[in-house]
Nanobody, 121 residues
Framework: QLQLVESGGGLAQPGGSLRLSCAASGFTLDYYDIGWFRQAPGKEREGVSCISSSGSMTKSADSVKGRFTVSRDNAKNTVYLQMNSLKPEDTAVYYC??????????????WGQGTQVTVSS
């Protein structure tokens, strides 16, 4: 069973930073593209960033480009989302997901439980 656990969420001030982690249990992340998604209250879940299984490809939503960076450490079986210059509109539950390698996070095999990020002064 593919289990993903997010951590690192919390409260940040506008302009602040947080780093989310996504750790895998029971499987190796090396073979999966890993995506970060978010869902704000009353809104549909949206894709934030994706990193390929090798780490050679990343993509991000226009709303976070230049502010969020996705990276992975396969030796630690962990993927990260560094979030800088946070805005109130970044407030959401953030999920990581394991996708089929090569799918650019469009075919998801497993979801984490989510971690709350709140940006407020």
């Amino acid at each position: 069973q593919l289990q993903l656990v997010e951590s690192g969420g919390g409260l940040a001030q506008p302009g602040g930073s947080l780093r989310l982690s996504c750790a895998a249990s029971g499987f190796t992340l090396d073979y999966y593209d890993i995506g970060w998604f978010r869902q704000a209250p009353g809104k549909e879940r949206e894709g934030v960033s994706c990193i390929s299984s090798s780490g050679s490809m990343t993509k991000s939503a226009d709303s976070v480009k230049g502010r969020f960076t996705v990276s992975r450490d396969n030796a630690k079986n962990t993927v990260y989302l560094q979030m800088n210059s946070l805005k109130p509109e970044d407030t959401a539950v953030y999920y990581c997901a394991a996708g089929v390698s090569g799918s650019r996070c469009t075919i998801i095999r497993s979801w984490g439980q989510g971690t709350q990020v709140t940006v407020s002064s």
